[in-house]
């Protein structure tokens, strides 16, 4: 019996640490790691190349914020009360991810490059979240149509951020390849991935985002469309 319950024990903890992925993308999950084989993409030309390791750059991530707002199809469904739903996640393109040379420095490099769009997701979640919260505190019926006027904002709130920090990390890290600074950085974004754990992507965005299926009644707003898949 004691044999049983380990076996389940170890069966729910390999369930929660699996990797979603597809043939061409894989998805940030609570526990998962990147590993060498997700890095599917040809190296890039010579010239291209001196520039990076000219740089001390020794792999190329190509990650990306996906995002997507779906509204009510129809006026009934705004008039019934259906509000709008959000869904964000990071997202690697394997067929254009590469190292140049591969060793467990590189990887971990890269793997807080992909923590970083994690965290850029979750910051624009939690602002969206709050704004919700904020404009339905003591009111009867959720208001809708508000999340279509904030959302962008909100978006770009946490690709900011994203942009930012990945800037900092090839600047101070990846180009240097200085240890103490990878541990203050790696030691940052793990805290506040810890601080916004509550807002971590979930399963059911990226199911809808690799899908690209709306819930029933529902349709992907359209001033969005063009935006869907934009890297981040």
């Not at 009111?139 to 770009?156: E, H, R």
């Not at 951020?161 to 600074?181: D, Q, W």
Request: hydrophobic share 40%; glycine share 4%; proline share 3%.
């Amino acid at each position: 019996m004691k044999k049983l319950f380990i076996l389940i024990a170890l069966f729910v903890s390999v369930q929660s640490f699996a990797q979603i992925e597809t043939d061409t993308h894989v998805f940030w999950q609570p526990g998962a790691k990147l590993t060498f084989d997700m890095f599917q993409g040809n190296l890039p030309d010579s010239v291209s190349m001196k520039k990076m390791t000219d740089m001390s750059y020794y792999f190329e991530i190509s990650k990306g914020f996906w995002a997507a707002l779906d509204i009510p199809k129809s006026k009934r469904g705004w008039k019934n009360g259906m509000v709008e739903k959000y869904y964000f996640c990071a997202a690697m393109d394997k067929k254009n991810s590469f190292f140049i040379v591969r060793d467990s420095t590189e990887l971990k490099y890269a793997q807080l490059v992909f923590d970083i769009c994690e965290l850029s997701t979750r910051i624009s979640i939690r602002n969206l979240d709050q704004f919700v919260a904020s404009i339905n505190e003591d009111i009867d019926k959720p208001v809708n149509g508000a999340i279509s006027i904030q959302y962008m904002t909100c978006l770009n709130d946490g690709k900011q951020f994203g942009k930012e920090a990945t800037h900092a990390l090839y600047v101070n890290v990846i180009g240097t390849h200085n240890e103490a600074e990878y541990q203050k950085f790696r030691s940052m974004i793990d805290d506040l991935l810890e601080e916004l754990e509550s807002y971590a992507t979930s399963e059911e965005e990226i199911r809808r985002l690799i899908s690209e299926k709306p819930d029933k009644g529902y349709k992907l707003a359209p001033s969005y469309l063009d935006d869907f898949k934009k890297r981040g």
